[in-house]
């Protein structure tokens, strides 16, 4: 299977995530590229079979160059089907599915299709590190999405 992972990482705690997923899906079998959003134009997303998009949150939402990016997003492919992930700090006082939601909906008005309900990583500092268990999570993500 084609995976192509499009990810935002302000701080990297969400590129570290992206890696290990890469690492995962690799092992696996699969063909797996990775790109930033600023390395990569919305309308230049290569062909896969599954695609990725994690994104940081910043108070609850994805920040402007992940909305931007998939509101611009143009998806050749129809049916494409995708994941997301998002990183996060404790919710205390936002909702931790914001980000994801807003995300779906963008995805889901380009006629993508969704595989997974997402999921949340939490980062501990406004700067990291990632959770304790995060890549079992991210484990399971995989397994989830496949």
């Known amino acids: 299977m084609k995976v192509y992972i499009a990810y935002e990482s302000k701080y990297g705690n969400g590129k570290k995530c992206i890696e290990h997923l890469q690492g995962i899906l690799s092992k696996k079998g699969h063909d797996v590229e990775t790109s930033?959003?600023?390395e990569i134009k919305?309308?230049?997303?290569?062909?896969?079979?599954?695609?990725?998009?994690?994104?940081?949150t910043h108070i609850g939402n994805p920040p402007m160059k992940m909305r931007k990016f998939l509101k611009n997003l143009e998806v050749k492919q129809e049916g494409a089907k995708y994941a997301l992930m998002a990183t996060c700090m404790d919710a205390k006082f936002y909702d931790r599915t914001k980000a994801l939601q807003i995300m779906e909906a963008l995805l889901q008005s380009k006629g993508m299709i969704k595989v997974s309900d997402g999921?949340?990583?939490?980062?501990?500092?406004?700067?990291?590190?990632?959770?304790?268990g995060?890549?079992?999570?991210?484990?399971?993500?995989?397994?989830?999405i496949l």
């Open 36 to 38: 930033s959003i600023r």
């Open 42 to 56: 919305p309308n230049a997303l290569p062909q896969a079979d599954l695609y990725i998009f994690s994104s940081p």
């Open 119 to 132: 999921i949340k990583i939490k980062v501990t500092g406004m700067k990291g590190p990632l959770e304790t």
């Open 134 to 144: 995060y890549e079992e999570k991210l484990d399971a993500f995989v397994k989830e």
